[in-house]
C-alpha cells in the first residue's frame, strides 16, 4: 500500500502502518550517512545537536556545583580548570546546541513537507552542511586534546590571542567551519521558499515557522561571514603575529569586540526567530484557533531581522565606545523591542476564544510566553544607558541570555521537538510523562535563573571562580534549580525514547494541526507526497475534527471552502 | 572620627607586625531586594531608571500572565472534539496599532531617563581628583599625585574622583557595585571613571583590607584569565582630613622604616604585592616559589643558580651570546648580570626579559612602584626566608 493521497481526505484511517516511511525505505548504516532525504539529515542534526546538548549540559552541572561555595568547591577543580568549564558550556551551546538546534534539526525536517515539497532546493548542499557540522564538532573536541581553551565563548582579545592554553587555534577553526554549516543552511533555505512552495501558497499564506525561518536564514547568510572573517583575523594574529587587535602588536582589542558583535547579536535572533515560529505554530494548533495578527507576526520576524544588523554596539557600553555611538546603539536597541512585544501580545489574543488542548507542546508553548516575557523585559534594564553600566558582565546579563537563550529558545526547540515528535518517529509519548517533565524543566529553570538577577544587580561580577560570601545563598539556590531542570531533561529523554520502543502508533494528525506535514502519514513516506497537495488557509480550524477511528483528527476538506474549489 | 584616626594609626610598624590576620568577617547583602545600598552621587539616578523599568516590567508581566492563564481557564478545551468559535478575530487593527504605539512611547520614555543619567556618567567634572590605575594580571596599582601607590583604592570623600586606567596586558573592567560605575580598561587605551561618594566608610590596616566588611567592594568583571576573580579590591573612602594623612603616610611609609626593620617590616608589607603568585614555602603557583627547595630556593641566593631558564626566551646573554639552560650561564661578572641582586631586581622591573623554566610570562612589571628601598627589602626578605611563616609573617629567628 502506498501512502495516503494527501489531497484526499484522510477519512478512512489506515489500518497498516504504510510499508514507505522514510525511516525504514532503505536500511543500513550507509543509506543514513550518504542520504539526501532531509528528513533523515534532519534527525542526524537532531541527535547530534541533542548529544551536545547533554555535553554542554554536564559542564554547565560543574559550574553550578562548583559554585556551591565561594573558593574551591569539588576537589581538583581550579580556577583554570573552572575557566575552561565556562567556556566550554557557552561555546559547545551556543555553536553546537542552539544556533543549528531549530534551523538545521527542525527546520530541516518539517520546512519542505509544510511547503508539500519533496525535499529542500539542494540536498547535496544540505548533506554537506551536516558533515561540516561535524567537522566543526571534532575540530572542537580536538582542542580538548591541545590543552582546551579558557577564551570565554567570546574570544575577546589580546586574552585570546595570547592565553597559554593551546587548544584556541583549533576551536576557532571549529567555529569557522560551523560557521559555513550555518550558511549552507541558511542558503538553502532561501532558495527552498523562493522556489518550492506549492501552487496556491502565497507569502502570506505560508505558515509562519517559515516565515521566522526565512528570516532567520537571511540573518545566517548575511551575518556568519563576518564571523568567519574575524576568526581568521584572530588566528593569523595567532600564529603569524600580525597584529590586528593586540595593541602589543599595533591592534585594536576594541575593533574585534565590533567585529564579534556584529555576528554575535544578530545571532541572537538566529536562536529566537525561528523559536518565536514555532511558538506561533504551537499556540495556534494546540488552540485550535486561527493565529492572531498574521500580517504583524510575519512582519515583525522579519522587522526583527533587520533591526538585528543595527544594535550590536549595546554589548559594548563600557567597552570606552564614544558616548555617542552608545546613545544610537541604546536607541536603536529599543526599537528591536516592539515587534518582540508585538509577537508577545499576539500569542496571547491567539488564545482568546481558542479551544486549548493542555498537551506537552502547549505547555512548553506557554511556558515560552512566561519565560521570554521575562527575558524580554530584563533586556530593557540592559539597554537602558545609565543601568547597563551597572550591570554589564554581571549575572543579571547571565539571568537575562539564559532566559532568552534557553528559557526561550532552547524550550520552543523542546516543544517543537514533542510537537512533531510523532511525526518524526511515528510515536506517541506519555503524555503525564511529558507534563511532568514540563514542570520540573519550568521551575528548575525558575529556580536557577531567576536568583540570578538578584545575584548580579547586587553587583556579582559573571566568570568568576570566587565570590564574596555574601554572595553564597543565592548561588546556592541556583545551583538547586540546575539540579532540578537536569532531572526533568534527563526525564524528558527517558519517556522520549520509551515511546520509541512502546509508544502508541501516531495518528498522521494527532493535534489538529492544518498545515502540510500534518497531511502525510507519521512518520511521513520517503518523497513526503506523491503528488503536490493542495494548499488551505493554514490556521482555519474549523473544518478540524476528532476521529475515533484514527485515534487523531481529521480534516474535512469538503467542509473547506478553500480546498474544495481547489479540487 | 577618633575610631577612624585609631584605625589609621595602627599601620604604626610596631603595631601591625604583631596584629593577627583576622579570619573573613561575614558579610550580608546590603540594601533592598533588587540593588546593594548606593553610595555614590550618580547612584540615585541609576536606581531610580532600574526601579522605573522594573516597576513597569512587573505590570507587563502580570498582566500578561494572567490573561494568560485566564485564557487557558476560559478556553481550556475538555476531551478531544475541538470546539470552535467562528467568531473569534483574525486582528484587530485600532488594538494592534494601539499595543505597538503604547510600548513604543514608554521604550522611548526609559531610553531618555537612561540616556540622562549616562551623560552625567561619562562626563568627570573638571575638579575632580585624579588617581591613576594599572590593571594587570591580576591586581590593581592605584597611583596618587603625591606618588603614593596601593593595591586598594582609597579615595576622598564629597570630592568628585577621576580614575584615569590603563591596562599593561589584557582587557579588564574596574566596577564598583555600589557606586553603580563600571568601564573597561583596554591596553594601549586610556580610560576615565568617575564617581562622588559623600559617606567616608573608614579603613582598616592593609593586611585586614582584602577580607574586611569595611569599605566597598571593586571588581574586574571582564574576564581576564586565571585570577580573574581574585582581583576584588576594596574602596575605602576617607574625609579630606584623613585621607590628606593617609596619602603622605602612604608615599612616607618606606623612609620613616628603620634600616634593621627594613626586610622584616618592609619586607611582608611588599611580599603582599607577589603572595597570589609567589610563595614562600615552596608551593606552586603561577609564579616560581621564593622557597622552591627542588629548582633552586631564592633563600640566600645560594641555590639561585640552579633555576633553569626558558630556552626559548629572546635573549641574547648567557656566557657571550650563548644562550643559557639556567641562571648559572647568566649570572656572573661579564654576563647579563653581575649578581643574583641584580638577578632578581631586573626580574621585578623587566620581568620578560628572562623565564624561569616552566612559567609564562604572567608577571606585571612593578616599575616606578618599587623603588630602591623596597626592592632592598624584597631582596631582605628572600635573603632570610626563613624568619618568615608560609604566610609571609615574620616570626624572627627563634620561631
Ligand atoms: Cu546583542
Ligand atoms: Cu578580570
Known sequence: MSTIDASTPTAVAPAAEPVDNYLTYTRGFLSWALTLDHKRIGVMYMFSVLLSFLVGGIFALLVRTELLTPGPTIPGVDANLYNQFFTLHGAIMVFLVIIPSIPAALGNFVLPVMLGAKDVAFPRLNLGSYYLWIIGAICAVASLLYGGFDTGWTFYTPYSTTTSTGGVIPVVIGVFILGFSSIFTGINFVVTIHKLRPPGMTWFRMPLFLWALYATALIQVLATPVLGITLLMLIVERVAQIGLFDPAMGGDPVLFQHFFWFYSHPAVYIMILPAMGIISEIISVHAHRHIFGYRFIAFSSVAIAIFSFLVWGHHMFTSGQSPLMNTLFSAITFSVAIPSAIKVFNWLATLYKGSISLNTPMLYGLGFIFLFTIGGLTGLHLGTLNTDIHLHDTYFVVAHFHYVMMGSALIAMIGGLHHWWPKMSGRMYNESHGAIGFWLVFIGFNVTFFTQFMLGSHGMPRRYYDYQPEFQSYHVISTIGSYIMALGFFWTAYYLIASLVSGRKAPSNPWGGRSLEWQCTSPPPHDNFKTTPSVGDCYDFSVVHWDEAEGGYVVDRDADPETRSAH | ?399
Not at chain 2, 194 to 213: L, N, S
Not at chain 2, 363 to 377: K, S, V
Not at chain 2, 380 to 391: E, H, P, S, T, Y
Open chain 2, 1 to 399: 572620627m577618633m575610631h577612624l584616626l585609631s584605625k589609621i594609626a595602627v599601620t604604626a610598624p610596631s603595631l601591625l607586625a604583631q596584629t593577627e590576620a583576622p579570619a573573613a568577617e561575614s558579610r550580608e547583602l546590603t540594601g533592598t531586594f533588587w540593588l546593594p545600598e548606593a553610595a555614590s552621587t550618580s547612584a540615585e539616578a541609576t536606581d531610580f531608571a532600574f526601579m522605573a523599568i522594573t516597576w513597569l516590567s512587573y505590570v507587563f508581566f502580570v498582566g500578561i500572565v494572567i490573561a494568560l492563564v485566564y485564557f487557558v481557564l476560559k478556553y481550556r478545551q475538555r476531551g478531544n472534539q475541538v470546539v470552535y468559535q467562528a467568531d473569534a478575530p483574525l486582528h484587530n487593527t485600532p488594538l494592534e496599532v494601539g499595543w505597538t504605539v503604547l510600548p513604543l512611547l514608554l521604550v522611548v520614555a526609559i531610553f531618555f531617563m537612561g540616556f540622562k543619567g549616562f551623560l552625567d556618567l561619562s562626563t568627570p567634572p573638571r575638579n575632580a581628583y585624579e588617581i591613576n590605575v594599572t590593571a594587570y594580571q591580576w591586581g590593581w596599582s592605584f597611583k596618587y599625585p603625591n606618588g603614593a601607590t596601593s593595591s586598594h583604592l582609597v579615595v576622598p570623600a564629597a570630592q568628585p574622583v577621576k580614575l584615569v586606567m590603563r591596562s599593561s596586558d589584557v582587557l579588564h573592567s574596574l566596577y564598583i557595585p555600589d557606586f553603580r560605575v563600571k568601564k573597561d580598561v583596554v591596553p594601549g587605551r586610556y580610560s576615565y571613571l568617575w564617581f562622588q561618594c559623600d559617606e567616608p566608610t573608614g579603613i582598616v590596616p592593609e593586611d585586614e583590607m582584602a577580607t574586611t566588611a569595611t569599605g566597598h567592594h571593586l571588581f574586574c568583571t571582564e574576564y581576564c584569565g586565571t585570577d580573574h576573580s581574585n582581583m576584588n579590591r576594596k574602596v575605602f573612602v576617607l574625609a579630606e582630613a584623613d585621607f590628606e594623612q593617609w596619602e603622605e603616610e602612604q608615599a612616607r611609609w618606606l623612609d620613616k622604616v628603620s634600616d634593621e626593620e627594613l626586610y622584616s617590616f618592609a619586607g611582608p608589607r611588599i611580599y603582599s604585592k607577589c603572595a597570589n603568585c609567589h610563595s614562600i614555602d615552596g608551593s606552586a603557583n603561577t609564579g616560581p616559589s621564593w622557597g622552591n627547595p627542588t629548582s633552586g630556593s631564592l633563600a640566600g641566593l645560594g641555590e639561585i643558580w640552579k633555576r633553569t631558564v626558558e630556552g626559548s626566551t629572546p635573549v641574547t646573554g648567557g656566557t657571550k651570546g650563548r644562550p643559557g639552560t639556567t641562571l648559572a650561564d647568566y649570572i656572573g661578572s661579564g654576563k647579563l648580570y653581575e649578581t643574583p641582586e641584580d638577578y632578581i631586581r631586573a626580574s621585578i622591573y623587566n620581568p620578560g626579559e628572562i623565564l624561569v623554566g616552566g612559567f609564562g610570562p604572567n608577571m606585571p612589571h612593578f616599575r616606578g612602584q618599587l623603588g630602591d628601598r623596597a626592592i632592598d627589602a624584597v631582596i631582605g626578605m628572600m635573603k632570610n626566608l626563613d624568619q618568615f611563616d608560609a604566610a609571609g609573617k615574620f616570626v624572627g629567628t627563634g620561631g
